[in-house]
């Protein structure tokens, strides 16, 4: 409700599961019954859930230590459990807790120093093998027949369901026409510290083309650029439709629609979550320079801009702002592109000016009585969700984009093509 994540991004599913295994687990070696070990592990669990719960509201980025209120109701829940089970004093229930608070304080910071960092903290989980399999997998037909037609949310959410319903109320050709009706947008930005030489400075945007998704998007894209004459065009992720298999269907068609684009400092791009690593070769070839986690400095006379893009930071999460923003003057004026709105914190972190993005579709299919989203598929919050939105110091802006994902409908949130003044 307060636009802030519920918990932070430490927490997983796995972590409480294992917490309260291991708590069974030593209950039974210590000759204790296992409701116990389980409730430790639970009430640990949930105390520091509510830590993680109070931190976000300050706003403080996840993994920040905050020593007392990390290990407070951490040790409290699960020792105020124990009290009542063993009928302990409370005289030694506040000992224990005393003792807890500083032990567990100093012991995760010798923890953290003497440990190494995990592969995914040095680069992000580019060299872990897991996200390279499920990178590989994504680019080649690696699935089981049947896993894929059964696959929940592709297939039976989305084939079955929703475009089922759409068909039933007799809508379903009508969404498609509406997804079709790609519109041209043109949107002013103010910014009191851009350089004077970027000054009337045109940014074409286009997010989320799923060119091999829909029939005819191509052609609605080709008609609107053709007409656009700009200083720079961000493709801004989602190349292709499809989750695995080849990316050619989807790269042939963006090669025509490059071939349209006036673009005097070039067609930059960065990789969505339907985009898999081996597509750059050919999105290099279409005459697109790819960002990934790195910039590239616009220049006009003596004054310089710079455009920073990162990987997918949604599904992939190998989004390294740290790589992207390390030839980047920190008073540099900035624009940050991501497929998805989800690097928020990060890139106001490193002084982001614009944060340009998409994933969200807007919503694809809203309710006409409701102004909103109804799913965002984005872990940012809601306000984020499509069009202007700011940020501390940072503007951004999340794209409906341009294709569709899912089911090829679109109501109440038209398909768009997005061109930038800045001023």
């Not at 998007?217 to 700009?230: D, P």
């Not at 050619?248 to 339907?274: C, E, M, S, Y």
């Not at 923003?325 to 928020?344: L, Q, W």
């Amino acid at each position: 409700m307060d636009g802030k994540p519920l918990l932070g991004s430490h927490k997983t599913i796995r972590g409480i599961i294992g917490s309260m295994a291991a708590g069974t687990l030593l209950s039974a070696f210590l000759g204790l019954p296992l409701i116990v070990g389980f409730c430790i592990g639970f009430f640990s669990m949930l105390g520091d859930s509510l830590s993680s719960f109070f931190k976000r509201r300050f706003e403080l980025a996840s993994g920040t230590a905050v020593p007392i209120l990390d290990q407070l109701f951490e040790g409290l829940f699960p020792l105020l459990f124990v009290k009542y089970y063993f009928s302990l004093d409370w005289a030694l229930i506040i000992i224990l807790l005393i003792l807890f608070v500083p032990i567990t304080h100093f012991g995760a910071r010798f923890f953290k120093k003497e440990t190494p960092l995990a592969p995914h903290e040095k680069n992000l989980r580019l060299v872990k093998s897991s996200t390279r399999f499920k990178a590989w997998r994504a680019c080649h037909i690696a699935l089981p027949p049947l896993q894929r037609y059964l696959n929940f949310e592709n297939i039976i959410y989305y084939e079955w369901i929703t475009a089922g319903f759409f068909k039933l109320i007799n809508k379903y050709d009508t969404g498609v026409r509406n997804a079709l009706d790609v519109r041209f947008r043109q949107i002013d930005l103010r910014f009191p510290d851009l350089p004077a030489s970027f000054d009337s400075y045109r940014i074409l945007f286009l997010c989320d083309l799923h060119l091999d998704g829909l029939s005819g998007i191509t052609e609605r894209v080709i008609e609107i650029v053709s007409g656009i004459e700009c200083d720079c065009c961000i493709i801004g992720g989602d190349i292709r439709a499809e989750m695995y298999g080849s990316s050619f269907p989807a790269t042939r068609q963006l090669r025509q629609i490059v071939k349209n684009i006036k673009a005097k400092d070039g067609v930059f791009g960065v990789l969505g979550n339907h985009d898999c690593i081996e597509i750059i070769p050919d999105l290099e070839d279409a005459g697109i320079c790819m960002l990934v986690n790195d910039a590239y400095p616009l220049k006009r006379d003596n004054e310089t801009i710079w455009l920073v893009g990162v990987d997918d930071p949604h599904y992939y999460r190998t989004h390294d702002l740290k790589s992207a923003f390390n030839e980047v003057p920190k008073d540099a004026f900035n624009i940050f592109i991501a497929h998805s709105p989800e690097a928020y914190r990060d890139a106001a972190q490193h002084m982001a000016r614009l944060y340009l993005c998409g994933h969200t579709h807007g919503g694809q299919i809203r309710l006409p009585f409701y102004d909103g989203p109804i799913i965002t598929h984005s872990r940012a919050p809601r306000k984020m969700a499509g069009g202007l939105w700011k940020y501390k110091e940072m503007c951004g802006y999340t794209s409906s984009g341009v294709g569709t994902s899912g089911v090829p409908v679109r109501f109440n949130c038209p398909g768009e093509v997005v061109l930038f003044k800045l001023s």
